[in-house]
């Protein structure tokens, strides 16, 4: 029966279905909620046995899930934006170890400037640590596939991280639906790791490897992401049989069949495109939207597979590669090689940018029309980029691009520059 819940709260109640024995927590916006509201199941004993573990910092947290998943415990913790920077070394190690930690990012977009708002820049800065990446497309799923996330970690031994949009997602409340703690313990089989420490049988892990074996090392690494491709939909379709709804998966296609034009996107902004879709179908136009719910790994067959009809593809991307362009559309080049079939990298819902269906209307315009660029970005407005260049590229000292822009917006009061 679906309640009324904020979305942090709902992957809460279903983090503690999964039966946690170890919750690392330091707190980042916006993804405290979660943490919170394991930290009050944990102290009224709704969650137990759990040890939940106050940390000095996101590194912190990241390292006692480490220590906690190699002495045998189903670990959990959840993060954002400079939080997970700040945990980037122990990301690799718990990837690099093979340790089967589940961690929910509230995407978040980095800093500087400051900003608190949701893009995708954070998860995409990490996207090659050796994590399995899944991207929910509304809170009903983002709860659902932490279920799927324990026993896909469990049962490759490797980390997963679930990706919800922040904001967007987190705060946002709506009917959804809890798994019973019995529908969840049916589903997901109490944890017996793979490896795990123990003081009457001393080993190590972690241990030093030189030149001579790295490669091996590393390619099993690669291997084992691999075997997540085939246990992915597996596990989707076991979850659709156990709860009766569809959640997760690696690719989640709308109206593509006969689609000349499609949309690809990851996460939140698929519920929008959706719409989209609708709208443009009732106009006679042939589009189409694509969710790609796993991003590592990286779905290629499926995808070249679920583009073969399409004459266009536009890659709808919330961070982008400074220097270069597009992220999640070099993987989308990849997946269409030798395809001939034109793609465009759109970037778009930067710092929380609204992405409205009336910009994308114009930007599918332009695509229809062959105005589209290769690299554009959405409500761009190219008028104060070219005063803050012209002002950079003048004599004296031009003060920092942010304070300069907000000026200019008459955000901030103007002062000198």
Same mark, same amino acid.
């Given at each position: ?120 820049? +954070?998860?995409?800065? &990490? ?16 709860? +659902? ?74 390619? &099993? ?109 070099? +993987? ?62 003048? +004599? ?22």
């Amino acid at each position: 029966m679906p309640s009324q819940l904020e979305g942090s709260q709902a992957v809460a109640r279903t983090v503690a279905r999964c039966r946690p024995e170890v919750v690392c927590a330091y707190p980042i916006t916006p993804q405290t909620h979660i943490v919170e509201g394991l930290s009050r199941m944990v102290a009224t004993g709704e969650l137990a046995p759990c040890e939940f573990v106050n940390v000095e910092s996101e590194f912190a947290a990241m390292s006692v899930a480490i220590g906690a998943s190699a002495a045998g415990a189903r670990a959990y913790t959840a993060t954002a934006s400079q939080g997970l920077l700040y945990m980037a070394e122990a990301l690799f190690n718990a990837s690099g170890l093979g340790l089967p930690i589940v961690m929910t990012l509230a995407n978040r977009a980095i800093g500087a400037p400051i900003n608190i708002w949701n893009d995708h820049s +954070d998860s995409m800065a &990490l996207r090659d640590c050796g994590w399995i990446q899944l991207y929910a497309a509304d809170n009903q799923e983002a709860a +659902d596939m932490h279920v799927q996330a324990f026993r896909l970690a469990e049962a490759l031994s490797l980390p997963v991280m679930v990706c919800m949009d922040g904001f967007v997602l987190t705060h946002a409340f709506e009917p959804l639906e809890v798994p019973a703690q019995e529908q969840a313990d049916e589903f997901l089989p109490p944890f017996a790791p793979r490896q795990a420490l123990d003081p009457q049988d001393p080993v190590t892990i972690g241990a030093m490897v030189g030149p001579e074996a790295f490669t091996e090392v590393r390619y &099993l690494a690669h291997a084992k992401q691999l075997e997540a491709l085939d246990a992915i939909p597996a596990l989707a379709r076991e979850f659709e049989h156990s709860f009766g709804r569809a959640s997760g998966g690696l690719l989640g296609a709308y109206r593509c069949e006969d689609a000349r034009t499609v949309i690809v996107a990851l996460g939140s902004v698929f519920g929008t495109l959706a719409e989209l879709v609708d709208e443009l179908r009732a106009d006679g136009r042939a589009i189409g939207a694509l969710a790609v719910k796993s991003f590592r790994p990286f779905p290629l067959a499926e995808l070249r597979a679920a583009l073969l009809r399409a004459h266009q593809v536009i890659v709808l991307e919330r961070a982008f590669a400074v220097g270069v362009g597009g992220i999640v559309s070099a +993987d989308v080049h990849a997946a269409l090689a030798g395809l001939n079939v034109p793609t465009h990298t759109v970037v778009a819902g930067l710092g929380g940018r609204a992405i409205t269906r009336r910009s994308l209307r114009a930007m599918l315009g332009d695509a229809h029309a062959g105005r589209l660029p290769e690299l554009s970005f959405l409500d761009l407005r190219a008028d104060v980029v070219k005063r803050e260049l012209a002002r950079a590229r003048g +004599d004296g000292r031009p003060g920092p691009h942010a304070e300069n822009i907000l000026r200019d917006l008459g955000i901030v009061a103007a002062g000198p520059v």
